[in-house]
């Protein structure tokens, strides 16, 4: 993985990888924090509400465009200076965003911090992988991705009542402090891992054509088009259990994030033990039951509290196996490129379920038609990944290529 980077067997990898993982904290709250934001944002830019729910859905899209391109241009970096570099760029876009006088500006920034974004995220779960090793692999990652399962449980709260508190534009300078106050600490306590490039960018790029990062990656994309339909509308979902109070809803986000972290933690564990495919299939599988079995729990504010937490668990489950899975079948030198391939399928797949949960409330008036649709996506994603070989590298398929086979031996 590194050719600059021994693993320690103690404890210093895990202290380094979690200074990463505040990293994608402060990316994390800003990606989820403005939904909380938009009904200020429409005030203060005088434009209504589906207006300013575009900043979300140019952010998405330029996360999207912009995590592999990125990740090719910045291939033979270290991986420090991506990371330092990232951070700066998303600050940068997040200033921009609490400066800009106009709706017009604001969209822009909003693209340079998906820029920012869009470099740190992957780079950081492919350095977590590389600092561990092969062997706390899914460990690292998910350690990575406590980040940003708390940055929806902690940061979006915090952010959102710094907003209400102080204006939308306060919560912005708050990300922006978080992103400064972390680079420092990066650039004193993260070795200078160096992932082993590839000698060309067309090498680089190898993975694009491989059919088997093709298949990984539609797990992810039917998998999270899934998970997020629910999440998407769940307000409109449970709409009965909460009748209307704001409170109840932020309860079920709160709890939706604290069981995400859970299950995030132990699906890394479950993946190093069991393989990542496994843990991806088991989770994509049970998915399917709870948001059935949301369809009676609808009305029950205890039924839906259990409902969301077991989605949580479920759905963050799948976040850190599916990028052990990519990155197993990554050339070297397109570690970090891969891992960003599969974070701009997440953020298609955020962007994709909104819309097919307003076609679907348009159809049919009722939110609970969400749930099965929800339901089939994952089950698809389950039967995917199930009937998909085990993922391996590019260097282990050379190796089995020449050994002879157990009965030539």
């Known amino acids: 993985m590194s050719d600059t980077t021994r693993t320690d067997p103690g404890e210093r990898w895990r202290r380094q990888v979690m200074v990463l993982a505040f990293g994608t904290f402060a990316v994390g709250t800003d990606a989820f924090v403005i939904a909380g934001l938009l009904p200020d944002i429409s005030r203060s830019l005088h434009i209504d509400v589906a207006a300013a729910g575009q900043l979300v859905t140019v952010f998405s899209i330029a996360y999207a465009v912009l995590s592999p391109v990125l990740a090719a241009l910045t291939g033979r970096w270290p991986r420090r200076r991506v990371l330092v570099t990232a951070l ?76 209400n508190a102080l204006g939308w534009k306060a919560t912005m300078w708050f990300v922006t402090a978080l992103a400064l106050v972390v680079t420092p600490v990066i650039v004193l306590r993260l070795p200078d891992v160096r992932l082993p490039a590839a ?15 093709a298949s990984v990656l539609t797990v992810t994309l039917l998998a999270f088009i899934g998970i997020y339909l629910p999440y998407t509308y769940i307000s409109s979902v449970f709409a009965k259990a909460t009748g209307g109070d704001g409170g109840r809803v932020a309860l079920l986000l709160l709890v939706f994030g604290v069981a995400g972290t859970v299950g995030n933690l132990t699906a890394g564990r479950l993946a190093d033990r069991h393989g990542p495919r496994r843990v991806v299939v088991a989770a994509t599988f049970g998915l399917a039951v709870v948001f059935l079995a949301m369809l009676p729990s609808r009305g029950s504010f205890p039924a839906a509290l259990l409902v969301v937490a077991l989605s949580g668990i479920g759905s963050w489950s799948v976040t850190a196996p599916q990028q052990h ?70 260097a282990e398929d050379a190796q089995q290529a020449v050994e002879p086979s157990p009965a030539v031996r």
């Open 88 to 163: 700066l760029v998303f600050a940068v876009g997040n200033v921009g965003t609490a400066l800009a006088p106009g709706f017009g500006l604001v969209l822009a920034s909003r693209v340079v911090a998906a820029a920012g974004a869009a470099m740190f995220t992957p780079n950081a779960g492919a350095t977590a992988a590389a600092i561990a090793g092969s062997e706390r692999r899914g460990r690292a990652i998910a350690i990575v991705t406590v980040g940003l399962t708390s940055s929806l449980a902690l940061g979006a709260p915090l952010g959102t009542a710094i907003g």
């Open 199 to 213: 000698p060309g960018l067309r090498r680089r790029l190898a993975p694009l054509t491989d059919r088997r990062v």
């Open 325 to 394: 899975r990519v990155m197993a079948l990554a050339p070297a030198g397109s570690e970090a490129l891969v891992v960003s391939l599969n974070a701009a399928v997440m953020y298609l797949a955020i962007s994709l379920s909104s819309t097919v949960g307003a076609i679907a409330l348009t159809s049919f008036h009722s939110s609970g038609v969400l749930l099965p649709i929800a339901a089939a996506f994952v089950v698809a994603a389950a039967l995917l990944a199930w009937i998909s070989r085990p993922t391996q590298s590019p």
